[in-house]
């Protein structure tokens, strides 16, 4: 090989492997971009959103006068529940600050608590009913405008947030700090109540439990369907035209916006068997029509994979073609039918624009206990919360996102791990 040969060669190769070193470090630029994406995305969602689960409380020293309460019989269970709590709220504000005069300002001391803060004296009276005409210190929610001020300000009041609150409410405010009378606990709130226009007493469960039962009737609709049309598919059906469009739209199911299963959703199970809107059952029925074509595929992939001497064994000693379904392939392709199940399920879970279509957009505030309760889905107090004026829901909203990300990543861990652990290699 002469000299102008090898240079030549030599070139060449220095040119491939400079070009492969670029081809390999726009691989590293790419996961290194993506990975700089949702490290963003995850440090603004917990940025914004860690501070929801704490709240602000203010330590009030109450009198239960049952002249104020207009409680006449402490055994009337009625008027215990109807009393005027809220005006022994009002009245405590004003011993603590008699100074205060005037509608305007008194209506502006009054706003340094939430408005549900009668709910917790009322729950008080009635485990305790021998408080009435006692006084007694409790702690109390704070408005949703002194709990974003007290968050913001820290232990530096001029980084404070004081756009929604007067000089003399952060003057009332700062004498309460300096006599302890404010601090922030963790907000049970956040997790025991639903939905509410006041934003310190506004919950997730609600839509927890909405989503919960939706994907109960998920699973329960959607797992033997699939599984059962994945057997016919890969067992009994012949191969022929029909099949072949069957499977075909089966891959075409799944790559379809999940809008149109809500309009579907809403054509067939309300327009036309005029069923109730807004209700688990109904969302649960429209998720399963989503998640099918995915756990279908699952499933079938989960059947190719059992080895076919398997079967051949069963049916050699005798075994029907049921038996060997049964017993050999289902158990078998198990673990590959839920770990399939499982991520459509996690796809169900956080799905909104088929729920927003069936009514599950609705305002609900009672906790839903049954599949034909009102309720609300998870996804979808994210995005009535995001609609919100008040600041304080942008930090309940990044929460409630912190919240269906933990479910949705357990969910996707679950089942990868379920894919390690069961799965059989051949």
């Known amino acids: 090989m002469s000299k102008n040969t090898i240079d030549l060669v030599n070139k060449n190769l220095a040119k491939r492997y400079r070009a492969e070193k670029r081809f390999k470090a726009y691989g590293?630029?790419?996961?290194?971009?993506?990975?700089?994406?949702?490290?963003?995305?995850?440090?603004d969602i917990i940025g914004k959103g860690h501070s929801a689960f704490l709240q602000t409380y203010v330590k009030l020293n109450v009198t239960m006068d049952a002249e104020i309460l207009e409680i006449s019989d402490i055994s009337n269970a009625d008027q215990v529940a109807a009393a005027n709590y809220q005006g022994i709220i009002k009245q405590s504000l004003r011993d603590r600050f008699p100074d205060v005069s005037g509608r305007r300002d008194k209506r502006k001391l009054y706003g340094l608590v939430s408005n549900g803060a009668g709910f917790d004296l009322r729950k008080k009276l009635e485990e305790k009913p021998e408080l009435l005409g006692?006084?007694?210190?409790?702690?109390?929610?704070?408005?949703?405008?002194?709990?974003?001020?007290?968050?913001?300000?820290?232990d530096n009041p001029e980084n404070a947030f004081t756009e929604r609150m007067s000089d003399k409410q952060l003057a009332w405010t700062e004498a309460l700090l300096?006599?302890?009378?404010?601090?922030?606990?963790?907000?049970?709130?956040?997790?025991?109540?639903?939905?509410?226009?006041e934003p310190e007493i506004a919950g997730i469960r609600g839509a927890l439990m909405g989503?919960?039962?939706?994907?109960?009737?998920?699973?329960?609709?959607?797992?033997?369907?699939?599984?059962?049309?994945?057997?016919?598919l890969e067992e009994y059906a012949e191969k022929n035209r029909f099949t072949d469009f069957i499977e075909v739209n089966i891959n075409n199911l799944a790559a379809v916006p999940s809008i149109i299963f809500g309009l579907l959703g809403l054509a067939i199970f309300i327009n036309f068997f005029e069923m109730q809107r807004s209700i688990p059952l109904v969302g649960g029925m429209v998720l399963t029509l989503m998640t099918l074509p995915t756990i279908i595929i699952s499933s079938r992939a989960a059947i190719k994979s059992v080895p076919p001497s398997i079967k051949e064994a069963a049916m050699g000693v005798g075994?029907?073609?049921m038996q060997v379904i049964l017993h050999h392939t289902l158990p078998l392709a198990l673990p590959g039918m839920l770990t399939g199940a499982i991520i459509g399920m996690?796809?169900?879970?956080?799905?909104?624009?088929?729920?927003?279509?069936?009514?599950?957009?609705?305002?609900?505030?009672?906790?839903?206990?049954?599949?034909?309760?009102?309720?609300?889905?998870?996804?979808?107090?994210?995005?009535?919360?995001?609609?919100?004026?008040?600041?304080a829901f942008v930090e309940r909203t990044s929460a409630a996102i912190m919240v269906l990300l933990a479910f949705l990543i357990t969910m996707n861990a679950i089942a990868v791990w379920m894919r390690r652990k069961l799965e059989r290699r051949w």
């Open 28 to 43: 590293i630029a790419a996961i290194a971009f993506g990975m700089a994406c949702l490290l963003f995305l995850f440090a």
């Open 134 to 154: 006692e006084s007694f210190d409790i702690w109390v929610l704070a408005d949703d405008d002194l709990d974003t001020y007290i968050k913001s300000r820290g």
């Open 178 to 197: 300096a006599e302890g009378s404010i601090e922030k606990r963790f907000n049970r709130v956040f997790f025991t109540n639903g939905d509410s226009r």
């Open 211 to 232: 989503s919960l039962l939706t994907l109960f009737i998920t699973f329960i609709l959607s797992f033997p369907i699939g599984v059962a049309a994945a057997v016919y």
């Open 319 to 321: 075994a029907s073609k």
């Open 346 to 391: 996690a796809q169900a879970l956080g799905e909104t624009a088929p729920l927003l279509m069936i009514g599950m957009v609705a305002f609900i505030v009672d906790i839903p206990g049954a599949i034909n309760d009102p309720a609300t889905a998870l996804p979808v107090q994210i995005f009535l919360w995001s609609d919100s004026p008040e600041r």
